[in-house]
């Protein structure tokens, strides 16, 4: 195989590093206000003064937590190879309690090679786990309990949760239990004997600010001046970078980007969308490359399939939307043609057709899920009279309407009047 060009090998450099959360959060681990600190600070205390600790790590999903998270924990493993076991559970798989206990158990036997007993009872695992904390502690050796999906451990009795955090009251144990939730209200759903024993630290994960953006973007496509790539190349790709950074189509592009999602994993999706059509014989990554992008990341199949919509349908979609905006308790094929028939009436439109072809029209758009039945009972009623509701939102259907070739006037005035 031939060697690589330089824009190609950049390409690989930049892929690498967006799928590296390590070396996307790098730039916030050097804030003593980061989150990274905050958080490296409550479980290293754990190993340093033998303590116990619990947090939370709450925010929207995609907003870096695990990936911070994950940092902390390589980094302490480093710094302290022989003395921290980590316990990792999820609510998705582990919120029932003995399924969780046992989980416990067999990570704990495996970190300490001992054999695990598929057969122990909840309370078998129990009285282990509680042993194995107070050997650790005595052992100086910290227990990580990293429980994701938190706020799922909190449904049923919450046995977990009470009996690891009761163990922890112990002055021989040394164990910190992080909680990783997308709910801000987390730390409410837990029992008044849990909560008592919960240290009710909580760090909150939010969307990167504008500053954090611009950050991100220059941490992560700027390309390293010391490296095998050839400096004529870096310094040409680095100048085009930053003028297209600083270029205010740019700036709309990342706008659009973040009014849709504005979470740190949907931005790393559009960074590594925007590289991968990088054009390779330039060597560039442009404003174009963005744009076609952003476009790819945010497909709307709604949107996508009001285009193959016949005249006919959208008038049937901006008549159910009227009728919303009159609250009508029930909207169904009737009241949808009498809307239809006011509107020809009032403004002598020029496409009015027949019942049973609006009824076709009628049902392509259940068959597109562009509305749908309201519930599936009466099934013996005819379908003109089942009750129906949309399912595209107002601003999707103008969105829609804009974008129609050859969609009539008078429904863009009809849609701002329902609106």
Same mark, same amino acid.
């Given at each position: ?22 070396? #996307?959060?790098? #730039? ?5 206000? +980061? ?6 600070? #409550? ?8 303590? &116990? ?56 036997? #495996?970190? &300490? !090679? ?27 050796? @910290? ?8 706020d799922l451990f909190t449904q049923g009795k919450q046995r977990l949760l009470y009996s690891l955090l009761d163990a922890m009251q112990s002055v021989t144990s040394q164990a910190v239990v992080v909680g990783v939730s997308c709910r801000l209200d987390a730390d409410q759903l837990l029992e008044k004997r849990v909560r008592s024993r919960f240290s009710h630290r909580k760090l909150l994960f939010l969307p990167p600010s504008q500053e954090d953006l611009q950050k991100i ?62 054009? @390779? ?25 009001? !285009?193959?919509? @016949? ?20 909207? &169904?094929? &009737? ?13 002598? @439109? ?21 509305? +749908? ?20 939102? +107002? ?25």
């Open positions: 195989m031939g060697v690589d060009s330089p824009a190609e090998q950049a390409q690989i450099l930049l892929r690498t590093r967006l799928c590296n959360p390590n070396f #996307i959060y790098t #730039i916030f681990s050097d804030s003593p206000d +980061s989150n990274y600190s905050k958080l490296k600070y #409550i479980m290293s205390s754990s190993v340093t003064e033998a303590c &116990n600790n619990s947090a939370l790590l709450l925010g929207p999903r995609g907003c870096g937590k695990v990936a911070i998270l994950e940092m902390v924990i390589k980094d302490l493993l480093q710094e302290y190879p022989d003395t921290i076991c980590v316990i990792k559970l999820n609510g998705l798989l582990h919120s029932e309690d003995n399924c969780a206990l046992k989980e416990i158990a067999r990570q704990l036997c #495996i970190e &300490n !090679q001992l054999v695990f007993s598929k057969m122990a009872s909840f309370d078998d695992n129990s009285q282990f786990v509680i042993a194995m904390l107070r050997e650790c502690g005595l052992a100086h050796k @910290t227990i990580i309990f990293v429980l994701d999906e938190f973007l220059q941490h992560a496509l700027l390309l390293p001046t010391e490296s095998s790539l050839p400096p004529q190349y870096v310094a040409a790709y680095n100048k085009k970078l930053l003028n297209t950074l600083s270029d205010d189509k740019f700036k709309d592009i990342i706008d659009s980007l973040c009014n849709f999602d504005a979470t740190f994993n949907h931005l790393l999706r559009f960074l590594f969308a925007s590289v991968s059509h990088m054009d @390779t014989k330039s060597g560039i990554l442009s404003l174009d490359n963005f744009k076609t992008s952003l476009s790819s990341i945010q497909r709307q199949p709604k949107l996508e399939a009001l !285009q193959d919509c @016949t005249i006919l349908e959208l008038y049937i979609l901006v008549c159910l939307r009227r009728l919303e905006g009159k609250e009508q308790e029930t909207t &169904n094929f &009737n009241s949808v043609m009498k809307e239809y028939k006011d509107v020809h009436n009032s403004f002598q @439109t020029s496409d009015y057709y027949a019942r049973n072809v609006c009824l076709r029209a009628f049902e392509h758009l259940l068959q597109r899920q562009l509305i +749908s039945l309201v519930d599936n009972r009466g099934h013996s009623q005819s379908l003109e009279f089942r009750p129906v509701k949309l399912l595209i939102s +107002s601003h999707e259907l103008h969105q829609g309407l804009k974008a129609y070739r050859s969609c009539p006037a008078i429904l863009h005035k009809l849609l701002g009047l329902a609106v």
